[in-house]
């Protein structure tokens, strides 16, 4: 009977730790973002970018890639949770006046997503001064 609990007991551990690796974001979202855009302190153009998880980084770094592939930033992130399971991949950004920051990816079908855990010297300087963000939602096709 003990060996039968171990064996259930440890099958159920192993179905728990599935679900939670099968939850964070594994594949790449491709994204047009059409403004331009803070990451921790890199500014980025408009444009067409891949964003993925760095390989071997037990999924707590994003790298981003550009049209043409170049590797344009790199960020660490944490699992977060969205209110509600967006249809299509979707960014959250952060908006402080005219400058975006990228808070936020959510893939397409999961409630689990990843969260930039850095805060940039300029968002940092935007919060001491007292300034307010309004949170807003884009969805990618």
């Known amino acids: ?4 609990r171990t064996l259930a007991l440890t099958a159920l551990l192993f179905a728990t730790a599935g679900l939670s690796l099968n939850a964070q974001i594994t594949d790449q979202i491709k994204a047009h973002i059409n403004h ?11 444009g067409e970018y891949t964003f993925r998880m760095e390989k071997n980084s037990g999924l707590n770094v994003m790298r981003v890639e550009n049209q043409r592939g170049e590797n344009v930033a790199q960020f660490e992130v944490r699992e977060t949770t969205a209110d509600h399971r967006p249809r299509h991949s979707e960014l959250v950004f952060r908006k402080y006046g005219d400058t975006e920051f990228l808070r936020k990816i959510f893939e397409g079908g999961s409630r689990t997503g990843s969260e930039v855990t850095e805060t940039g010297k300029q968002e940092a300087r935007l919060v001491s001064q007292g ?5 807003h939602t884009e969805e990618q096709q």
Do not use: R, S, Y
């Open 1 to 4: 009977m003990t060996n039968l």
């Open 36 to 46: 331009n855009f803070v990451i921790g302190d890199k500014a980025l153009p408009p």
């Open 131 to 135: 300034q307010h963000f309004l949170e």
